[in-house]
């Protein structure tokens, strides 16, 4: 009863400090949090390719977009390039997590495809070495992917799926669908995995569009509700440019109203192609 009570302005004066510390180390968090972003979004401009294989007769395009958020940058990649026997060889996948460890685990994943590449012809073993080699490196994530290999001369498109979601396809003649390949378990569950090969020929006048999660699956659609919606734009616009065409697939990541990021690569071939559809 007798204890003083503090004055008023003592009281202010405390609230005043406490509201500037707690400022203060809001503050620190977000330029911690921030920097990690600028680290990650660096990390992604770096990995992911500058340019992407074409031939006469073949036009590829790629985009990514990071999450709606803005902040979860670095879990999903492509990758697109010329191997020495003149083959072409496209990738795409998504890393678990975000932020920078999702970044720098992509990197590892990108590089260890374009390292096995050059040694293994099999789309089948270049996605199980890679598998072992990242659990050999405890990177203690996971994540999915798709390898493929194009021979110009015959036309046929070779490729192995790790967990991934299925690529689509569609041709001028009106066909379109999605692949149903059987695949393995993604990147980094199980050592000795292996993957299946499929082979598709790609003849005549068409499109094969590989793409992550973040393209087809969000709040407004399922995973086979987004697919279809993409093998229908697919099929009306199949005869557009390669750009035109994953410009406008991944107008489709919009209106999922995804949360996560997303990325799409399209081989728009030609008739540099024999054999079937």
Known sequence: MNRRRPSRSASSDELLTTLHDLTSRARREVELHQARVELAEALQREMLPTALPSLPGLRTAARYTPARSGLDIGGDWYDGFVLPDGALAFAIGDAQGHDVEAAAFMGQIRIAMRAFALAAEDPGEVVSRTNDLLLAADAGLLATCTFARLDPASGQLRSARAG????????????????????????????????????????????????TDGVVEGPSYSLDAGLDEVVRLVRSRVGEDADALADAIMGTAERTGHQDDAAVLVLRHGRFASGGG
Request: aromatic share 6%.
């Open 164 to 211: 991934h979601v299925a690529a689509v396809w569609a041709t001028a003649d009106g066909r379109a669908g999605t692949t149903d390949d059987e695949g393995g378990l993604p990147l980094g569950v199980q050592s000795g995995e292996r993957y299946p090969v499929t082979t598709r020929s790609l003849s005549g006048e068409g499109a094969f569009v590989l793409l």
